[in-house]
């Protein structure tokens, strides 16, 4: 629907849902660049998805303890909120330390609280425990951490496993600003799996163009229809999530008969540029012929708009190009046919290549890092 009405309609229907009687949480959707909305939820839908959220720890008899709450907290985001909720509901003591605390301040607390578990963006998670003045003896009483905000790509994963194995990393929750919670990972769900809340959530799997459900068990884009109560009701809400829901009996291990889903990512991340559409998998696709297995997480296009046009930066995490490599990556993108029709586009002013930590690459202030951000006139950090 956002598509086809240019966001009028949920614009209206964010509108109305300030306007209901008995308030609400009010906070802002989507909008990485820039595109905010806000919307309003009850507080009976806000007390109604914690005990949704807290699916993920199911009916372990060995919870966590002491949990740290690494998420933002505040800046219209209901993340913070919504994990301290669940933290409550199951029992354990939870920490709100949120995400600006300081690395190092955040590590001295995990130890002298003994903190087993980690509410956090994976993005937070990698400066964490990759922070060079962190030692390994402060984290070691972590044994869970769970992320939400954002994907946790499989560079991290393998990095975490290969050099904390006694930490477990799963996601909090399968969620949405808009739609509440989605799914839910048991422990015995790999990653990019979750249990779909039927009992909360319609999800229905369709073909992007026609809209029409594919078959059973097949991939497509995910429109939600939450089935809680709120102050307005969203209907097939096109979330840009694609995936499938596996067919047949879930017979997991776990014991739930929730269906189980798999999130397999974005739709598609795309910017406006030069009036023409440029997606993360075009530029992925060119940089592959110079770095193959460059992963999407590695990558990340600065967007500075000036009056006179558009001067794009492109960040390659360091690890993944050799130290003078710029130059050479340049020349190539002006020499591939694809690349060099992008940068002639009207108002694209040119494009520099930089080298740079991950962990440096601009991040919104939900904590993400997003393919495509949009910078003003300020250069990346260094
Ligand atoms: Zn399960």
Sequence with gaps: MEDAQG?????????????AAGG???????GSTGNCKH???????????VPLGARVFGATDDPPRVVINCLTPGEMQGAFQY???IVRHIGARLLPAGALMGIQRIARLIHSQAVDALICTPSFAAALFNHADVDEAQLSSLRWLYYIGEPCHQPLREQLARDWPALSIRSLGYSSTETGPIGFQCAHLEHGFY????????????????LRAVADGETGEFLLTPLLPDQVPLLRYRIGDRGRILGGQSDCACGSALP???????????IKLGGAIITQRQVLCILAKALPELH????????????NGAHLQLLIAQERLPAGAERVIEEALHNEA????????PGVLGLQVRRLARGDFETTVAGKTPFFVEVRGAPAKS
């Design 7 to 19: 966001g009028l309609l949920f614009t209206h229907l964010g509108e109305a849902s300030h306007r």
């Design 24 to 30: 609400g949480l009010t906070l802002t959707s989507g």
């Design 39 to 49: 919307i309003t939820h009850s507080w009976a839908f806000n007390d109604s998805i």
């Design 83 to 85: 994990a301290a909720g």
């Design 195 to 210: 249990h779909l809340h039927a009992d909360a959530m319609l999800l229905e799997v369709v073909d992007p163009v026609s």
């Design 260 to 270: 189980i889903l798999e999130l397999q990512g974005r739709v598609e991340t795309s």
């Design 296 to 307: 999407a997480s590695h990558v990340q296009v600065q967007i500075d708009r000036q009056a």
């Design 338 to 345: 694809q690349a060099n029709a992008l940068l002639g586009l």
